[in-house]
């Protein structure tokens, strides 16, 4: 009888093993055929947060902790320093856009720069002191015309250069763990603990709540081109929107189950071709729709998590770190 038992515990053991083997055949993803991604010298060590280029297609910025602001002429290649001469408090700048060769600057302390030149010159623009909450994200919309969400979701817009701002929804959602506005205007907002998510359109009067998929709280939520939603969840679960619609969700993905440190952010490069960036240089795509995935294992050795993944085209893509981290995406290197 023991003899039995014993060999039937075997068995059990060997079938749980070959399923688990079935179903986590991605445990540890393999290396991708590309690899177009190379380090960006940069003369800091602060955490990256935003980039954004001017009219000039060449001319970018990059905002961060500890007042940086960091300057391209080519594209990326090379960045120098900026200095605000703010004084002797610190900020940390969260969000920058242009429109043209108008810009501008977010960040917390309360703080709102604008440049009408490229940033030649930048304006510390005053922010009355019974703002809600505290400027966080910033689209730059035309001529002296702007969109400022703060970090508890009010927003605002003005077209006067920030002088008169025009609140666009009646009340704050709340302290939020990140934002994302879409290219037509919406709005999806991750609560702070990542227990529910909030998303505005134009013309609604408040934010609307969401419950979260399952268990498991939200890291970040952004757009894909199409304006659908993407979801990121504790412990590296992904999810991709059927549809525009606000909580119309495809089945929870987990592109690698063995990653130990959770996935950061998402961006798109093309309709297919799909980045997904996390914590210990771990750098994940799919050239598929998110069907398949691979690792770029190049950067694994690059000391940083990696926070944000930005395509400012096809061709032009930048992932932003900490301690002065950032790739640039090089199609030649593919």
């Given at each position: 009888?023991?003899?039995?038992?014993?060999?039937?515990?075997?068995?059990?053991?060997?079938?749980?093993?070959?399923?688990?083997?079935?179903?986590?055949?991605?445990?540890?993803?393999?290396?991708?055929?590309?690899?177009?991604?190379?380090?960006?010298?940069?003369?800091?060590?602060?955490?990256?947060?935003?980039?954004?280029?001017?009219?000039?297609?060449?001319?970018?910025?990059?905002?961060?902790?500890?007042?940086?602001?960091?300057?391209?002429?080519?594209?990326?290649?090379?960045?120098?320093?900026?200095?605000?001469?703010?004084?002797?408090?610190?900020?940390?700048?969260?969000?920058?856009?242009?429109?043209?060769?108008?810009?501008?600057?977010?960040?917390?302390?309360?703080?709102?720069?604008?440049?009408?030149?490229?940033?030649?010159?930048?304006?510390?623009?005053?922010?009355?002191?019974?703002?809600?909450?505290?400027?966080?994200?910033?689209?730059?919309?035309?001529?002296?015309?702007?969109?400022?969400?703060?970090?508890?979701?009010?927003?605002?817009?003005?077209?006067?250069?920030?002088?008169?701002?025009?609140?666009?929804?009646?009340?704050?959602?709340?302290?939020?763990?990140?934002?994302?506005r879409s290219t037509d205007g919406r709005y999806v907002a991750v609560s702070s603990r990542g227990n529910f998510y909030s998303t505005w359109a134009p013309g609604q009067d408040e934010w609307i709540p969401h419950n979260r998929q399952n268990s498991r709280r939200l890291q970040n939520m952004g757009f894909d081109k199409a304006g659908k939603l993407w979801a990121i969840a504790r412990g590296g679960q992904v999810r991709f929107s059927n549809s525009r619609a606000a909580d119309d969700f495809a089945a929870?993905?987990?592109?690698?189950?063995?990653?130990?440190?959770?996935?950061?952010?998402?961006?798109?490069?093309?309709?297919?071709?799909?980045?997904?960036?996390?914590?210990?240089?771990?750098?994940?795509?799919?050239?598929?729709?998110?069907?398949?995935?691979?690792?770029?294992?190049?950067?694994?050795?690059?000391?940083?998590?990696?926070?944000?993944?930005?395509?400012?085209?096809?061709?032009?893509?930048?992932?932003?770190?900490?301690?002065?981290?950032?790739?640039?995406?090089?199609?030649?290197?593919?």
């Open positions: 009888m023991y003899a039995a038992l014993n060999w039937l515990r075997r068995i059990m053991i060997v079938v749980v093993a070959l399923g688990l083997a079935t179903s986590c055949s991605n445990y540890f993803l393999p290396d991708a055929t590309i690899h177009p991604w190379r380090a960006v010298q940069l003369p800091t060590e602060a955490t990256l947060a935003d980039i954004a280029f001017t009219g000039n297609t060449d001319h970018g910025w990059i905002v961060g902790n500890r007042n940086t602001l960091l300057e391209t002429q080519d594209g990326g290649d090379s960045w120098s320093l900026h200095d605000l001469n703010l004084g002797e408090q610190a900020h940390t700048f969260t969000s920058i856009d242009f429109a043209g060769d108008e810009g501008w600057v977010t960040g917390m302390p309360s703080i709102l720069l604008h440049t009408a030149n490229g940033g030649k010159t930048w304006e510390n623009i005053p922010l009355s002191n019974e703002l809600p909450g505290t400027p966080f994200l910033i689209t730059a919309l035309g001529s002296k015309s702007a969109e400022m969400a703060t970090d508890i979701g009010a927003i605002y817009r003005t077209e006067d250069g920030g002088r008169t701002w025009k609140a666009m929804v009646q009340a704050a959602v709340g302290v939020v763990r990140n934002m994302t929870a993905l987990s592109p690698e189950f063995g990653t130990s440190w959770g996935l950061l952010d998402i961006a798109f490069r093309t309709n297919d071709e799909i980045w997904i960036t996390g914590g210990g240089g771990n750098l994940l795509c799919s050239l598929d729709g998110g069907q398949t995935w691979l690792k770029d294992k190049a950067v694994n050795d690059v000391p940083s998590n990696f926070y944000r993944i930005v395509f400012e085209a096809p061709d032009r893509g930048f992932i932003l770190g900490q301690r002065g981290t950032i790739l640039k995406y090089d199609p030649q290197a593919v």
